[in-house]
């Protein structure tokens, strides 16, 4: 049997710069890995099937299909079909990165699919080859398959990887129900002519990582997303302002929400904060930035 950690990301800085033709935006970011992970379990079988195990509390409007909506099934057989393989696979997935977060935990949950799969049969796939598959099955499945920290860019395939400094304490918070990317990108297109628009400073923010400076960070991280969702979801700016107020250097919201995140200076205040923001939201992470995307072993 295999075990593979499916990591979840956080976005540094999110900035939109323009829209292909066909209507997909063009993003410039910083994107990095952290602790918090799902785990997938695969062993041999027939044909591909799937099992989810809830560990972390959901809300009542995202649930997780087990047939081919799911990013691990549709991984899976495409995987499987750009090889030939006709050997199957049994996946178990153990589910703690919340859904509709903005923590790429769909994308998360393929990546490791598509790794743990490569072990399993014992194939040896390029890894453009796994890019490219990725790109088809969703625009975080690039960044997830490599992970550590990069600069991500196009509609997600255009990965430059950076060296990954020391870990930054973080609490994760999801303080309300779920967003869909497409609904928050459909209101950001409707209210960015309306509003002047803050944006964040990539090289500035990657700068400040490397030298550990949270300050300096705080400064210069920022998500254009985030006024669309917070109207959406005002809760977002409460529990943004929450971790300021416990001490983070700097919040805000990773990915298209409704995920918020604090940066802390220390593991201590970081699990402190975490303690006092579970009394109100139970979906509250304490955790690290990682090395990697996705991580395997076999049990």
């Known amino acids: 049997m295999l075990q593979v950690k499916a990591r979840a990301k956080v976005n540094w800085t999110l900035d939109l710069v323009g829209t292909r033709q066909d209507g997909y935006h063009l993003v410039d970011m910083l994107m990095g890995s952290v602790e918090l992970h799902d785990t997938l379990y695969l062993e041999k079988a027939e044909d591909i099937s799937l099992a989810v195990q809830v560990e972390c509390e959901q809300d009542g409007t995202f649930h997780i299909p ?6 691990v099934i549709r991984a899976a057989q495409s995987l499987r079909q750009v090889l030939g393989e006709t050997r199957g696979a049994a996946i178990r997935l153990v589910k703690r990165i919340p859904v509709g977060a903005g923590l790429g935990g769909g994308s998360a949950d393929a990546a490791a699919a598509m790794e743990g799969l490569c072990q399993l049969w014992e194939k040896i796939v390029p890894m453009e080859t796994k890019l490219a598959l990725g790109l088809s099955i969703g625009a975080d499945v690039p960044f997830m398959l490599t992970g550590g920290l990069a600069i991500v860019q196009g509609v997600g395939e255009i990965l430059s990887p950076l060296p990954v400094p020391d870990p930054t304490w973080l609490v994760i918070v999801q303080p309300c129900e779920g967003l869909s990317a497409k609904e928050v990108y459909e209101a950001y297109d409707a209210g960015s002519a309306q509003e002047p628009i803050r944006r964040p400073d990539k090289l500035e923010a990657q700068a400040a990582l490397t030298a550990g400076d949270l300050p300096r960070l705080a400064r210069a991280m920022g998500n254009v997303l985030e006024p669309a969702s917070i109207a959406k979801r005002p ?23 409704s995920a918020v995140y604090g940066i802390f200076c220390d593991e201590t205040k970081a699990r402190a904060a975490g303690e006092e923001l579970r009394r109100r939201w139970r979906r509250t992470f304490v955790t690290h930035t990682a090395r990697e995307g996705c991580s395997w072993r076999r049990i």
């Open 66 to 71: 087990l047939n081919e909506k799911n990013l």
């Open 235 to 257: 809760l977002i700016g409460n529990a943004i302002a929450r971790l300021q107020s416990l001490g983070a250097a700097g919040a805000m919201m990773t990915g298209s929400g």
